[in-house]
C-alpha cells in the first residue's frame, strides 16, 4: 500500500487559487519581456476561441506540475508485504581474551607457526559464519572489558570486527570477571532459555573489579550457560644461548576456575591445545538445538517522490522550452489536428 510521511503538504494545493484570487493583478502599458517567437505564436488562430484554448491548456500545464510538485513534497512511499526475518537461535555472546600473552606463537595454522589470537580469528570466525539464526555479540577483554558488537544477526560485521581486532588494545593482563559481568548485563533482558556465553582465555584472572567465581553464580541466576574454553599449547622450544629448552607457555592457565565457572552455570570447560582441537570444540558447540523466539517481520519502503519530482521538472523543461510549438500542438491535439497545427506554426 502507498503512505504519505508529510500528508500535510498538501495543504498547498490551493496556494495558486489563494495567490489568484488575493494578489492583485500587475498592470503593464508596455510589454515587459520580448520574445523572438512571439510572431509565431501569435500568427497562428489570434481568435478568441484559438486564444481562450490555448490559454486553458496553459493553465492545466501549470496546474498538474502545482500538483505533482505538491505530491512530491508528501513523500509517497510503497509499503511491501511483512518479511518474516529469522526467528529461530541463540542469543550467543562471544568473550575472545586479547590480551598480551595471546600473542605467543605456540599455534600452527594452515603448516605455519603464528599466534594464539590469529588462530583464535580463524576458528572463531568459521564458527560465527556457521550460526546462521542466532544473533551473535563479541566481548573483548583484556586488562578491560568491552563490547565491540552487540547481539546483532549480522554475522559477517561480527566476523570482521573480530578480525580487525588488534593484539592487546584492551590491555596486557587478563579480567575474567569482568567480562563475565559484562556478558550477563548485556544478556539479562533476553529469553531467560536463549542466553548463551563462550569465553576463551589463555591465561588467569590478574585484574579486575569482579571475581569470576562471583560472576559466574550472577549468570547462574540469571540463567546463563557458560562454556569455558582454556587456550594454549602445552609445550614450546624456546632458543637458548647454549641449546634449546622446552617450556610450558600455558602455566599460568587457570583451569579449575574455567571449570568452576563452566559447571556453576550448567555449561563446560574444554580445553584446547593445538588449533585442531579449539577446532573441534567450536564444531560441537555449533550442534547446540536452536530455541524458538518472538517471530520478528519486516516490511520493505520503496520510496516514490521522485515520480512526480520528474514528471514536474520534465513538464516545467517542456512548458519553458517549447512554449509556443508546445501550446500549439496540445490545441491542435485539442481540435484533432496535431501534426498539421504544428507544420504550420512552424511555417508561419
Known amino acids: 500500500m502507498i503512505e504519505f510521511l508529510w500528508p500535510y503538504a498538501a495543504l498547498f494545493l490551493p496556494l495558486p487559487i489563494?495567490?489568484?484570487?488575493?494578489?492583485?493583478?500587475?498592470?503593464?502599458?508596455?510589454?515587459?519581456?520580448?520574445?523572438?517567437?512571439?510572431?509565431?505564436?501569435?500568427?497562428?488562430d489570434t481568435t478568441s476561441t484559438g486564444a481562450g484554448t490555448r490559454s486553458i491548456i496553459r493553465r492545466l500545464m501549470l496546474l498538474l506540475i502545482w500538483i505533482a510538485l505538491v505530491a512530491a513534497a508528501t513523500r509517497p512511499q510503497w509499503i511491501g508485504e511483512p518479511i518474516n526475518l529469522p526467528t529461530s537461535g541463540r542469543d550467543l555472546l562471544l568473550a575472545v581474551d586479547i590480551s598480551g600473552s595471546m600473542g605467543t606463537e605456540d599455534m600452527k595454522l594452515k603448516g605455519n607457526m603464528t599466534t594464539r589470537l590469529a588462530v583464535v580469528k580463524d576458528v572463531v570466525g568459521d564458527f560465527v559464519e556457521r550460526r546462521k539464526g542466532d544473533r551473535l555479540g563479541l566481548i573483548l577483554f583484556g586488562t578491560r572489558a568491552y563490547l565491540q558488537t552487540p547481539l546483532t544477526f549480522d554475522?559477517?560485521?561480527?566476523?570482521?570486527?573480530?578480525?580487525?581486532?588488534?593484539?592487546?588494545i584492551a590491555g596486557g593482563k587478563t579480567a575474567i570477571?569482568?567480562?563475565?559481568?559484562?556478558a550477563v548485563k548485556r544478556l539479562q533482558s533476553r529469553p531467560?532459555?536463549?542466553?548463551?556465553?563462550?569465553?576463551?582465555?589463555?591465561?588467569?584472572?590478574?585484574?579486575?573489579?569482579?571475581?569470576?567465581?562471583?560472576?559466574?553464580?550472577?549468570?547462574?541466576?540469571?540463567?546463563?550457560?557458560?562454556y569455558t574454553i582454556g587456550f594454549g599449547a602445552d609445550e614450546m622450544t624456546v632458543p637458548g644461548f647454549f641449546f634449546n629448552r622446552t617450556v610450558n607457555p600455558s602455566a599460568e592457565l587457570d583451569v579449575e576456575t574455567l571449570t568452576q565457572i563452566a559447571s556453576t552455570t550448567g555449561g563446560i570447560f574444554q580445553r584446547a591445545r593445538s588449533s585442531e582441537e579449539l577446532t573441534e570444540i567450536y564444531e560441537a558447540l555449533d550442534k547446540m538445538e536452536p530455541i524458538e523466539q518472538d517471530a520478528e517481520t519486516y516490511r520493505p519502503v520503496r520510496s516514490l517522490y521522485w515520480?512526480?519530482?520528474?514528471?514536474?521538472?520534465?513538464?516545467?523543461?517542456?512548458?519553458?522550452?517549447?512554449?509556443?510549438?508546445?501550446?500549439?500542438?496540445?490545441y491542435g491535439l485539442w481540435a484533432g489536428r496535431p501534426w498539421a497545427t504544428t507544420r504550420e506554426a512552424a511555417a508561419s
Open 155 to 168: 554475522r559477517k560485521t561480527v566476523r570482521t570486527l573480530l578480525t580487525e581486532t588488534p593484539l592487546g
Open 307 to 330: 515520480y512526480p519530482l520528474a514528471f514536474a521538472l520534465i513538464s516545467s523543461l517542456l512548458f519553458t522550452g517549447l512554449h509556443p510549438v508546445m501550446t500549439t500542438w496540445l
Open 177 to 182: 570477571g569482568d567480562a563475565i559481568g559484562l
Open 192 to 226: 531467560a532459555e536463549n542466553r548463551v556465553l563462550i569465553l576463551l582465555t589463555d591465561g588467569v584472572n590478574n585484574v579486575g573489579e569482579v571475581d569470576p567465581t562471583q560472576a559466574a553464580k550472577l549468570a547462574a541466576q540469571e540463567g546463563i550457560r557458560i
Open 18 to 44: 489563494l495567490v489568484y484570487l488575493l494578489v492583485p493583478k500587475a498592470e503593464y502599458k508596455e510589454p515587459a519581456l520580448q520574445v523572438p517567437f512571439f510572431a509565431t505564436a501569435s500568427s497562428y
